[in-house]
């Protein structure tokens, strides 16, 4: 069983900056590619970004390219988010999320374990 807690979130003006992380604990060899998901207020929770175990490859929602990027440290078993150039509509709750694929899937169910949330708000 994996756990994944995650730290980062908070509130912020248009035009700043966050950066999320997201520790993993038990299982940690089952783990391939790690993702972040968010849920806005009234919306389903929709795919945000996506790292592959290398590091090497990644994937990210229209909205947010060239905004965040998403990386890991296998060492420490951690992903993180670095959110600049943040937007009002960038605020929801962001989860973090890990599977066993290979593959730098979008859709929830090819992803195995979620995290709590955390919440991000962005004034403006």
């Known amino acids: 069983q994996v756990q994944l807690v995650e730290s980062g979130g908070g509130l912020v003006q248009a035009g700043g900056s966050l950066r999320l992380s997201c520790a993993a604990s038990?299982?940690?060899?089952?783990?391939?590619?790690m993702g972040w998901f968010r849920q806005a207020p009234g919306k389903e929770r929709e795919f945000v970004a996506a790292v592959s175990w290398s590091g090497g490859n990644t994937r990210y929602t229209d909205s947010v390219k060239g905004r965040f990027t998403i990386s890991r440290d296998n060492a420490k078993n951690t992903v993180y988010l670095q959110m600049n150039n943040l937007k009002p509509e960038d605020t929801a709750v962001y989860y973090c999320?890990?599977?066993?694929?290979?593959?730098?899937?979008?859709?929830?169910?090819?992803?195995?374990?979620w995290g709590q949330g955390t919440q991000v708000t962005v004034s403006s």
């Open positions: 999320a890990v599977g066993a694929t290979y593959l730098l899937r979008t859709r929830q169910d090819n992803y195995d374990y």
């Open positions: 038990g299982g940690t060899f089952s783990i391939h590619i």
